[in-house]
């Protein structure tokens, strides 16, 4: 099973000596071509492909000052915690209100996000490096954002074109530290999951990456 294969964290010590700059999209690219296993490559999309933390926090801020809370008030998490898992800390701080329906929250917030789509800025490394593999592999978004966001944000950004597959929280069962979005990704490309190169932004995304049994590269350092 997929789920049980290791997976390969690549951070940038992993590649010594490299020939372009690190940080860039031709390091990138070098560290890519010299895995020959790989086959299709899958990016996270928030904190990877586009900046998107202000235009979160400030939509998340705004959906919970809907129930009383306010900023101050709201809890540490991990970076790239979704909305569904932010409802349910905030539920066992106390914070929220448990009969509070998650989707409603939801659709609150995805309105929020939307009104400041257009402020969203390509992290430069990432989407050069997309362009560059583009005409290499099948290219693939695996996000733990919502259609109802995803879709506006990569027109807004005009990177949609570049990918063959588009999955979003709302298509699968779990999202991230859980496999689920990557290996349907994989399962849409038709490839298999071993031979899939995922590039994340958050340790939970590169925990989802090795319950895929995907190899995934740290992108930390390219933004």
Known sequence: MAGSQPAIILR???????????????????????LAEVKALIFDLDGT???????????LFATFETQGIRPDDM?????????????ALLVS???????????????ICERETLRSVHEVRE???????????ERRFPLAVATGSSRAVVDPLLAATGLRP????????DEVANGKPEP???LRAAELLDVAAAACLVFEDT??????ARQAGMAAMDVRPYR
Do not use: H, Y
């Open 49 to 59: 492909l586009v900046d998107t933390s202000a235009n979160n926090r400030r939509a």
């Open 162 to 169: 570049l990918f063959d597959v588009v999955v979003t929280r």
């Open 75 to 87: 809890p540490s998490a991990p970076e790239g915690t979704g909305f569904v898992d932010w409802c």
């Open 123 to 133: 992290i430069p490394a990432l989407v050069s490096f997309a362009r560059w593999a």
């Open 12 to 34: 940038t010590s992993a590649v010594s000596r490299p020939t372009a700059k690190v940080g860039s999209m031709e390091s990138l690219a070098e560290r890519t071509e010299r």
């Open 180 to 182: 689920d979005l990557f």
């Open 203 to 208: 340790d939970v995304g590169l925990a989802a």
């Open 93 to 107: 701080e106390g914070l929220l209100a448990p009969d509070v329906p998650v989707s409603k929250l939801q659709q």
